[in-house]
């Protein structure tokens, strides 16, 4: 049962355009929503997280977008670079999870060409 | 450097056989996960300890085990294994068990079965 949906699963935009991600949760019991950005070869790497109390984060060029009631979130990727070409996932935590351990999207490859 | 450690970084072992990983989480870190990072299936939770403790378990297979010492290393032994078990394996870290806290990802472990 994939409780965390993330889509596209790959995504190629233009340097200087915007890139987003989404995904969607079934399990409501879900109260912290962070990003991973993982480069080949490397570990997943905390990006940007939000819980479900904002409806919006920003750091930098990221922003997380957060709709409760649609059980949805977003990450934005502003002025996008070739830098951040690398797999990004989404997850989710929270006890009614049954796990203290983080529930992932699919991920998304995303290529930015200069 | 996220401060994870996990040895080996590459292991090609044949099927049947038993191998196991090692982790060093971050100094201070009291939790300690175990993921699986595989083409088809993503990056899948394994386990978790905290403090030496088993915590949450996710979809752990009964040939994987794992454990916590009291200098808060960890350790995965995975047994009999199969060719789909080839996967990178990822040790994470955060310093409390609750939702919220950041979780470190070491750079993972490259099992080879052949």
């Known amino acids: 049962q994939q409780q965390v949906k993330q889509s596209p699963q790959s995504l190629i935009v233009q340097k200087g355009g915007i890139s987003i991600i989404n995904c969607a949760y079934e399990?409501?019991?879900?109260?912290?929503f962070p990003w991973y950005q993982q480069f080949p070869g490397k570990g997943p790497a905390l990006l940007i997280a939000?819980?479900?109390?904002?409806s919006e984060k920003k750091e930098g060029r990221f922003t997380i977008s957060f709709n409760k009631s649609a059980k949805q979130f977003s990450l934005h990727i502003m002025d996008s670079q070739p830098g951040d070409s690398a797999t990004y996932f989404c997850?989710?935590?929270?006890?009614?999870?049954?796990?203290?351990?983080?529930?992932f999207g699919k991920g998304t490859h995303l290529i930015i060409q200069p | 450097d996220s401060g994870v450690t996990q040895t080996p970084k590459h292991l090609i072992t044949a099927t049947g056989q038993r191998v196991t990983l090692r982790c060093s989480p971050r100094?201070?870190?009291?939790?300690v996960y175990w993921y699986q990072q595989s083409l088809d299936q993503g990056l899948q939770f394994l386990i978790q300890?905290?403090?030496?403790?088993?915590?949450a378990k996710g979809n752990i297979l009964e040939r994987f085990s794992a454990q916590q010492f009291p200098d808060l290393h960890s350790e995965l032994n995975l047994s009999s294994l199969e060719l789909g078990d080839s996967a990178l394996y990822f040790c994470?870290?955060?310093?409390?068990?609750?939702?919220?806290?950041?979780?470190?990802f070491g750079e993972g472990s490259w099992l080879t079965v052949v």
């Open positions: 994470a870290s955060s310093a409390w068990g609750t939702s919220g806290n950041t979780i470190y």
């Open positions: 300890y905290y403090n030496g403790e088993e915590r």
């Open positions: 997850a989710a935590r929270g006890r009614g999870g049954g796990a203290d351990g983080l529930t």
């Open positions: 100094s201070g870190d009291l939790s």
């Open positions: 939000i819980r479900p109390d904002v």
């Open positions: 399990n409501t019991a879900f109260d912290y």
